[in-house]
């Protein structure tokens, strides 16, 4: 696949990225793509290898490595390679039909993969993903997909994040009408409502929405299954319901009084908020909560990089980054080796940001927040301490406590599960890990027609992952509905 020899002739170029003084200035997005002729040679590296582990999605030492979704990665690289775009928009949408989702905020699990990166540069995996699917848009050649037949089976989907977009849009292109539920005014769950506009632009779900509403599908927002709108009746109404709400409890720390505390948030209610008000036009409303502010983030994920680059735009006065883990290695060790996932340092943009804005890396390694020290019922600084693990057993070092000034701490500590009273309204089980139970190798409940996909499933995940959930989870309903499925 590609040229034969292109891994040799042609270097490997990502993407461009509009400098951190210049994009912190704004929430747009700030990738630049390559010119066509680049792009092409960049496609050209995929090699013509014997295993493409790239589209394998193999578990190495615990870790995923390779795509979820397994795309034809190989297929669509040629393709681009010899300037047939449309084809490659086929192949591509033959296993992804999201890549302006996944092109824009995956970690490209194909790309630790790739064979190239065994001695070299990866293929540009992600960044191809993104040239076909933009390429199609701007050439009028992504359509929606309307069904010829109907079937006459009604589905409801409950939530509409990556998993019940992903599950709607196989549901309908198979003819059964589908109807998504979403408890907010805009769809797209965390991909409109806690992944930054600079990380994708909410204009690209709004764009997916007009084609999927044109195949068919019906949007209902504001609809919150389990409180003001009845599950029960919801399940009398359709033929079989998904559950896809995601994994949003939040998980929190565990220091005495912090609840009680004014200016302590959880990271992915914030990001929330930035976001509503920027749609609203009235972002000057977080200005004032976050402008000339000491701001602490807790949590070393990609929604703790997301808040970094979100306090920089709002004018913070500093951002600190703490992290329980000890800080990677710059480099792969040797117990570490291809195409295992790279446990490397990963200075992401908003680390990138805050390097360019404050001259330092913000982030500090096995440390945690020991105690929360307040004035007046609102935070003012931070005691933290140094950690370690021992057999798996968190220990403070209590000789190692500092105090930060803080005037705002965003926890971004992870997720302990989905929201419980959708689930109790189901009159479905829960696991230990807080998300829904289901039948062993299915999606399927307990509770006759209702099943669950994604992270509420699953438990918090990627998107490329949630979008998986959802295909696999409509086809198991499809065959549900129809007793066999294509």
Known sequence: MGQADGFLLYERRNNGDVLPAERITGFGEFHTPLSEEARRCQAARCMNCGVPFCQSAMELSGMITGCPLHNLIPEWNDAIYRGQDEHALSRLLKTNPFPEFTGRVCPA????????????????????????????YKNGTMKARVP?????????????????????????????????????????????????????????????????????????????????TDFDRLRNDFDAVIMCCGAKQARRLDVPGIEDVKGVRFAVDFLSEVTKHLLADSLQVM???????????????????????TVIRLGAKSVKAIEMMPKPPVERREDNPWPQWPKILKTDYGHEEAIEKFGTDPRIFETTVDEVISDKGR???????????????????????????????????????????????????????????????SFATEKEGVFAAGDMRRGQSLVVWAISEGKRCAEEVDAYLMGYSN
């Not at 194909?110 to 199609?136: F, R, S």
């Not at 109907?150 to 994040?161: D, E, M, Q, T």
């Open 287 to 309: 200005e004032k909560q976050v402008k000339n502010k000491h701001v602490v983030v807790v949590g070393g994920g990609d929604t703790g990089n997301d808040c970094i680059g």
């Open 148 to 228: 010829e037949r109907k079937s006459g089976k009604r589905v409801a989907v409950i939530g509409s994040g990556p998993s019940g977009l992903a599950a709607a849009e196989v549901l309908i292109t198979r003819g059964h009408a589908v109807t998504v539920y979403e408890r907010e005014d805009q769809i797209g769950g965390l991909l409109m409502y806690g992944i930054p506009n600079m990380k994708l632009d909410k204009q690209v779900i709004q764009r997916r929405r007009r084609l999927m509403e044109e195949e068919g599908v019906i949007f209902k927002t504001g609809h919150d299954v389990g409180r003001d």
């Open 379 to 441: 935070i003012k600084k931070i005691k933290i301490v140094k950690v370690s693990f021992d057999k798996g057993k968190l220990k403070k070092k209590k000789d190692s406590i500092k105090e930060l000034p803080c005037d705002l701490l965003l926890i971004a500590a992870g997720f302990t599960g989905a929201e419980g009273y959708l689930p109790d309204a189901a009159g479905v089980a829960t696991t230990a890990r807080g998300t829904v139970s289901t039948k062993d190798l």
């Open 109 to 136: 699990l194909c790309e630790k993969a790739c064979i190239n990166g065994c001695d070299g540069e990866a293929v540009t995996v992600h960044d191809n993903e993104l040239y076909i699917i933009e390429t199609a």
